[in-house]
Nanobody
Framework: VQLQAFGGGLVQAGGSLRLSCAAS????????MGWFRQAPGKEREYVAL????????YYTNSVKGRFTISRDNVQNTVSLQMNNLKPEDTAVYYC?????????????????WGQGTQVTVSS
């Protein structure tokens, strides 16, 4: 599957961005999806995960209440609505396809990755 992420940009603290990821070329069905991020000098971490077909979602503690992950199984897209952004949210964000219907939190639980989109939050 090919994953293309878009929607990143520069925003002031307190602002919002919506990231989207389009899947093509292989099945989107029966796979969990996730958003990860990697800040300079830090390891990649999971941000938000969603099961197939979308009944369960998971968030890392630092984004709970601010970010919302969703998926459209007809359009084969997964989105991440990010509100009340903070400077510490600055990172390259990646979408990824999980190996199974239930998502894991480790990068090894995902088999396909998008190219990443930069999110920069200024203070």
């Amino acid at each position: 599957v090919q994953l293309q992420a878009f929607g990143g940009g520069l925003v002031q603290a307190g602002g919002s961005l919506r990231l989207s990821c389009a899947a093509s070329g292989d099945t989107f069905s029966y796979h969990s999806m996730g958003w990860f991020r990697q800040a300079p000098g830090k390891e990649r971490e999971y941000v938000a995960l969603i099961s197939w077909p979308g009944r369960r979602t998971y968030y890392t503690n630092s984004v709970k209440g601010r970010f919302t992950i969703s998926r459209d199984n007809v359009q084969n897209t997964v989105s991440l609505q990010m509100n009340n952004l903070k400077p510490e949210d600055t990172a390259v964000y990646y979408c990824a396809r999980g190996r199974s219907v239930s998502p894991g939190t480790d990068s090894d639980d995902f088999d396909s990755w998008g190219q990443g989109t930069q999110v920069t939050v200024s203070s």
